[in-house]
């Protein structure tokens, strides 16, 4: 009989995200491997798509913000709680494999003890420190604390996407040797450069991804305010989703009306069109955040369309596009950004050639995914991947 990993997430297709994006490429290095997957997620607001080959997804009701998304304490908790009683039903999975938040840890922390089901975490990120720099109050943050260090302490194996994320789950008290970085990308057979770039005109900048107060890509509205006022034909598009976005177009609508437009998440292709076509991806994280270990897949994206990088904040986004050569590193202010963008030079064919190079070589979702397959069959007990299955 095959394995059966079972992967506990709050979000999945038709969800768009690096964490939905994540989880199914894992899901199909899983398959490649001889592996049935099943899923445990939430049900969406419209209709669910189809299941692939080899994975059967499992939905229930939960709540959501009046966005859809599973954000807040109450959406959170009305996935994991559930998700206990769901983890025991059916066959006995050789594995489970989990995702932020901390409560979904514990609740697969508890039904694996008792249905002697051995599991993974999957962290892409470490709440208590966002929770730190969002000045949660001390009963929440205690709270935080623990059922994190409780989830990770708990599991055999904890996948970690930067090195630095690695480090600080071994801060929470998880045995190094149970930590495997991972790393993580995005699928460069739907991110890559665009058949045609348009003929130069005014500066065209993209920003693709989630806008929270941990991104703070309020700086980038504010600096393309300053950027318009010399060039005219300038325009930035921001799509995707977060907290931020209604306040965000109320700023562009101020500060640089008909430069700067929010059109809201739109699906991966077009996402890659637009970056494809730009003169420059715009990218950013708030420092003390908490969120300066993480590396923004919206790095890797921008390099496998070919458009080079003005990354603002510091953490190891930044040490990532200072490496790579992948663009700029300013510091997270307006002014720095403006400067910047000032003096922008047009990529040139050479340049894309050499981004989507890197790209393929270290942005790949499916290299990463065949990493973290193999970690999670090693906890099966069953035979890793070939490399390059999770494509």
């Known amino acids: 009989m095959s394995p059966l990993v079972r992967i506990a997430t709050r979000t999945w297709a038709p969800d768009v995200g690096a964490a939905p994006f994540r989880l199914r490429a894992l899901a199909r290095a899983l398959v490649a491997a001889g592996c049935e997957v099943e899923v445990l997620t939430t049900a969406p607001r419209g209709a669910a798509p189809p299941d692939e080959d080899g994975v059967r997804t499992r939905r229930a009701p939960v709540l959501r913000d009046a966005g859809g998304v599973v954000r807040g304490y109450l959406p959170y908790l009305s996935f994991d709680v559930p998700l206990t009683g769901r983890l025991l039903l059916g066959r006995r999975p050789d594995v489970v494999v989990h995702e932020p938040p901390p409560t979904t840890g514990l609740a697969t922390r508890l039904a694996g003890r008792l249905r002697s089901v051995p599991y993974v975490s999957y962290v892409p990120d470490v709440w208590s420190l966002g929770a ?220 894309r050639e050499r981004l989507r190079a890197w790209a393929e070589r270290h942005g790949s979702l499916a290299a990463a995914a065949d990493r973290a397959a193999a970690a999670v069959l090693a906890v099966a007990g069953a035979p890793a991947p070939r490399a390059g299955s999770g494509s």
């Open 132 to 351: 730190v720099a969002a000045g949660a109050p001390r009963p929440v943050l205690a709270a935080l604390r623990t059922a994190e260090a409780a989830a990770l302490r708990g599991a055999a194996a904890v996948l970690a996407v930067t090195d630095g994320m690695a480090e600080e789950v071994v801060r929470a008290g998880v045995a190094p040797g149970r930590v495997r970085v991972v790393g993580n990308g995005v699928d460069v057979d739907v991110f890559r450069p665009a058949r045609r770039v348009p003929p130069a005109g005014g500066l065209r900048a993209v920003y693709s991804g989630t806008m929270s107060q941990w991104q703070g890509a309020e700086v980038f509205v504010r600096a393309f305010a300053q950027v318009a006022r010399t060039d005219p034909a300038a325009r930035l598009v921001m799509v995707g989703g977060g907290v931020d976005v209604p306040r965000l177009r109320a700023l562009a609508a101020e500060l640089a009306p008909g430069a700067v437009e929010l059109p809201g998440t739109v699906p991966p292709a077009e996402a890659a069109r637009l970056l494809g076509e730009a003169d420059v991806a715009l990218a950013s994280l708030v420092p003390g955040s908490g969120y300066d270990l993480m590396a923004p897949t919206k790095i890797a994206a921008a390099a496998a369309c070919g458009t080079p990088v003005l990354f603002a904040g510091v953490g190891s986004g930044a040490d990532a596009v200072r490496s790579g050569e992948l663009g700029a590193v300013v510091d997270h202010d307006a002014a720095a950004v403006a400067d910047a963008l000032r003096g922008w030079r047009r990529p040139d064919a050479a340049r």
